[in-house]
Every structure is written in C-alpha cells, then in structure tokens.
C-alpha cells in the first residue's frame, strides 16, 4: 500500500487533471474564415460559375445559387446555415440570411484579375437590386450565430457594369474604415461596383465590428440620386469565433468521482488513526 502522503499527491494530481479537462472543453475558441459569394444561373448556361467549385465542404467558398428576378430567393448551391470555415473546410455555427433583394444575376461584368482571396470568377455574379421604386426597401445581409461581443473583420465585394450606380453601405451607422487597395478611401460612402470595384479590383474593409448578440448586419441602400445597377459579389467575415459549451466526456466524470472518493478515504483514515 502507498504510504498516506504518496496517495494523497496521486488523488489531488486526479482532481486537477479533471478540472482541466472540464475547461478546456468549455472555453475553446478558433479563428474563422468565412467566404460567401452569390451566383446567377445566367451567361454561360451553368448554374456553377466558380471556376473549380465543388461545395463549401472541398474549396471553402460557401456559393448560394439564385435566379434572375425571384427576390433574392436561393435556388441551390451551399447551404446558407453552418457556413464552412475556409481555413479548416468544417462546418460553424454562422448563418447567413439576405433580404430586399431582386435576384442574382450572372454576367454583370467582373473582375479584371483575382485579387487576394476573392477570385475573378465569383466577381461575374452579382445579388442585385437595380430598381428601388419597384424594391424601395434597402438590401440586408445578416450573420447570425458569431460570438457575441467578438469583434470581425468585414470585407464586401461589390461588381458589375454601370459606372452612375453608387452604393450607401453601412454596418451598425458606419462606413468602411478603407477599401482593400487603401486607394479609393475616400470613395467608401458612395460605393460603386462598377468605377471602383471592377475597375479597380477594389472592395470594401471594416476591420472590427462587434457582433452584437451574435449578429452583424451589412446596409445596402441607394446613394441619393443614383441607382446601381451592379450588386454585390462576396462576403468574407474573419475573427475568432467561440466553439459550443461540450459536455465533458464520462472519463472525465469517472476521474473527478474517483478523486474526490480517495479524498474522502484519506480523510477517514486520517480520523481512524487519530482515534486510534
């Protein structure tokens, strides 16, 4: 038998293990990369316009298929819940939803040229809303299920083919800190997919947005004056996202049991002996 001062090191080493074990089952978090980009079935015939594209589950790209003049309404493509982090191809707790749209379109113009992560393919389809006295409501894009209070990094992708069409873009109130070029900054409050995306491989950068309740949400309203006829191409949303509370396994519930039983042991032995 193990003299009393080794066992009680022993049940003590089980206990904290076990603790440990509990935590970092609890308070876990990893970084996400999230891509959603919106596709037309128009132009070339194919309802899949990213070059390369299989599903979110093998490039990472989460691609939501519409059609032209339907409202916005998803047709096919990726699943627009438990989006897929790029980073890790797996499956989150972000959702995305959408809404004031008139369809998506493909063939509105595109990038000249891939820029950094968003490819010259998924600038070619575009979820528009050119005609606001038929849709006065501005255009929404929601993120739910983001970890309250973290802060995001957000990047929209506008494209297309009229020069005139201008965009009010806001999250929260605010404008974009810069675009991605960190050459048009001055351009963030009237935005156009046409002179200052295509043209210049250009988008639109917000580099901490908290997600209030677990939710950011994009504005797309008309600049005053103008009507866009383009619309918007991709989001990428990046940061940390907190992972769900997990159960502790039974191990860990074994191990916790079996030391706080062995401390009860000691204790009365531990009596016995005075006793005695």
């Not at 802060?151 to 991605?180: C, L, P, R």
């Amino acid at each position: 038998m193990l003299p009393l001062r080794n066992s009680l090191h022993i049940v003590r080493f089980a206990i904290v293990a076990a603790v440990a074990l509990a935590t970092a089952q609890i308070a876990s978090a990893a970084p996400i990369d999230i891509r959603v980009a919106w596709d037309g079935p128009n132009g070339s015939g194919s309802p899949n316009q990213i070059a390369g594209h299989v599903n979110a589950a093998t490039d990472g790209y989460n691609e939501i298929l519409g059609a032209f003049g339907n409202g916005g309404i998803q047709t096919g493509g990726d699943s627009p819940n438990n989006l897929v982090n790029y980073t890790t191809l797996t499956t989150t707790s972000v959702n995305v939803a959408w809404a004031g749209w008139l369809g998506t379109d493909y063939g509105n113009g595109a990038f000249s040229a891939t820029n950094n992560w968003v490819l010259r393919d998924i600038t070619g389809a575009q979820l528009y809303r050119n005609y606001p006295a038929a849709n006065p409501v501005p255009g929404t894009v929601t993120f739910t299920g983001l970890t309250s209070g973290n802060n995001y990094k957000v990047e929209v992708v506008m494209a297309g083919v009229v020069v005139a069409g201008q965009w009010d873009i806001t999250i929260g109130g605010g404008y974009a800190d810069h675009s991605f070029s960190n050459t048009q900054n001055g351009a963030v409050s009237a935005w156009s997919g046409s002179a200052n995306g295509n043209a210049q491989n250009d988008w639109l950068v917000w580099d901490a947005e908290a997600a209030t309740g677990g939710t950011l949400t994009i504005l797309f309203a008309d600049s005053p004056g103008f009507t866009p006829v383009d619309g918007l191409a991709a989001i990428r949303i990046t940061g940390e996202l907190s992972e769900a509370s997990a159960v502790p396994e039974p191990a860990t519930f074994a191990l916790a049991a079996l030391g706080l039983a062995g401390l009860g042991l000691i204790a009365w032995r531990r009596r016995k002996a005075n006793v005695e």
